[in-house]
């Protein structure tokens, strides 16, 4: 297993079948990461101000990019080492419908199939959402 030594991007979406602004509204909203979003956290706790999450990777906490009219949901996930991992996503009006896009980045040090591992948890968690509120 080779380390990566550039930053590789990989950009992964979701049609949706609901209002932009509905998926924005409930994706954007913390609290309801552990139910679509398995492959970042199992629970999630407002602790002074800071969402708190307990994840695969051990206790980490999350912050969204202010509340928008654009669809961004860029978010900023620290580490429990304390590294930042900075995530754009965001939910783009198609029709009535929607797409969620999100971009999955490669850290310093990880491997390819840590990344492509990354990948298919982000592909995962898209796959939740939309199922989750298209039933």
């Known amino acids: 297993m080779m380390a990566i030594m550039t930053v590789q991007s990989r950009h992964l979406s979701v049609a949706i079948q609901r209002p932009a602004d509905e998926v924005y509204r409930f994706a954007g909203n913390p609290a309801n990461l552990p139910r679509w979003a398995a492959g970042l956290s199992s629970s999630v706790t407002e602790q002074d101000g800071q969402w708190v999450a307990d994840s695969p990777m ?12 654009f669809g961004v949901l860029d978010h900023a996930v620290t580490m429990p080492s304390g590294q930042v991992v900075h995530n754009p996503m965001r939910v783009l009006t198609d029709g009535e419908g929607c797409e969620v896009v999100f971009t999955v980045r490669s850290r310093d040090g990880m491997t390819t199939d840590e990344f492509e591992a990354d990948c298919a948890a982000v592909a995962a968690d898209l796959a939740g959402l939309q199922q989750l509120l298209e039933t």
């Open 58 to 69: 051990g206790q980490i906490t999350i912050e969204f990019a202010p509340a928008n009219e």
